[in-house]
């Protein structure tokens, strides 16, 4: 399955249960416009509804992720910003905001592959992935600062959530750019490669082997509980872990695999 969105300069492609959804505007270092984030927000929509799905890779073309909002082309359309502005009341998001939370909404790993530019509305996007490979010569950058504004597509949610409070003041404040080797050390992206996309399919490859009913339920419980206290912890622990205990189809497969290794390497167990 495939489909491409040109006049949105967004591209996805299914293959093996991965999607890879791709920034597509290189000659403005995928600058994001209205119109794009319309169409991040409705392929990640379209992609939750798709049961075959198992992982989603985030890239761009050409010479970076995403430079962020392409401004002089936004500010062209004043309505169009104050309709992309309003909240929709069942989802809590608007267009801004959605085109990079919707990622978190996916009941499956998705990773952002990151080179380059990742400024603003682009570290944003990156931020709504579950994790995040950046090249050591990235540059990223809260680069809102440098407008006069704040991030406001989902980014002080996201950013306190994988930064230290006082490091996601710092980066919001400044707006200082910091380097891909920076950003995995301060937790902003989750490993260094050389080819982030192939290390974004290395760990896809690795969480395939697993459950995806179980996959499913952990990034529910850390999405869903992050920020919360223990007690409302320990009650989704419960609801969570209850569902996967009623045997599922995908956890009886986990459980009969992991037997027949375990008795592939110990043998079979004793009865006492």
């Known amino acids: 399955m495939s489909s491409d ?4 300069h967004l591209s996805c492609t299914v293959e093996a249960g991965i ?20 169409a991040l927000a409705g392929t990640a ?3 939750r509804n798709d049961r075959s799905l198992r992982a989603v890779i985030l890239s761009g073309t050409g010479e970076s992720f995403c430079a962020g909002l392409d401004f002089a082309t936004v500010l ?4 169009a910003i104050a309709t992309a502005f309003v909240p929709r009341p069942w989802l809590g998001t608007n267009t801004f905001q959605e085109a990079c939370w919707a990622w978190r909404r996916l009941p499956l790993p998705v990773v952002a592959a990151v080179h380059g530019h990742c400024f603003g509305g682009g570290l944003q996007i990156a931020l709504g992935a579950d994790f995040r ?3 050591p010569d990235a540059q990223w ?22 930064v230290g409070l006082d490091v996601a003041k710092r980066l919001t404040m400044t707006g200082a750019v910091v380097s891909g080797e920076e ?10 490669a050389d080819d982030p996309v192939s290390a974004a399919e290395d ?16 990034k529910r419980l850390f999405d869903g509980t992050w920020s919360t206290g223990p007690r409302r912890t320990f009650a989704r622990e419960r609801a969570e872990q209850l569902r996967l205990l009623m045997r599922t189809p995908n956890t009886r497969r986990a459980q009969r695999a992991a037997f027949a290794k375990e008795t592939a390497d110990f043998g079979p167990r004793r009865k006492r």
């Open 5 to 8: 969105s040109s006049a949105a």
């Open 133 to 135: 490979f950046t090249t």
């Open 203 to 218: 760990l896809i490859a690795e969480i395939v082997t697993r459950s995806p009913d179980a996959v499913a339920a952990a």
């Open 19 to 38: 999607a890879r959804v791709t920034l597509n505007r290189p000659e403005k270092l995928n600058g994001l416009t209205l119109e794009m984030l319309g």
């Open 76 to 79: 062209k359309s004043p309505r």
């Open 141 to 162: 950058s809260v680069l809102e600062a440098k407008w006069g504004l704040i991030p406001d597509m989902s980014g002080i949610q996201s950013l306190t959530e994988v």
């Open 45 to 47: 929509r379209r992609l």
């Open 183 to 192: 950003a995995a050390s301060i937790g902003l992206a989750t490993g260094l």
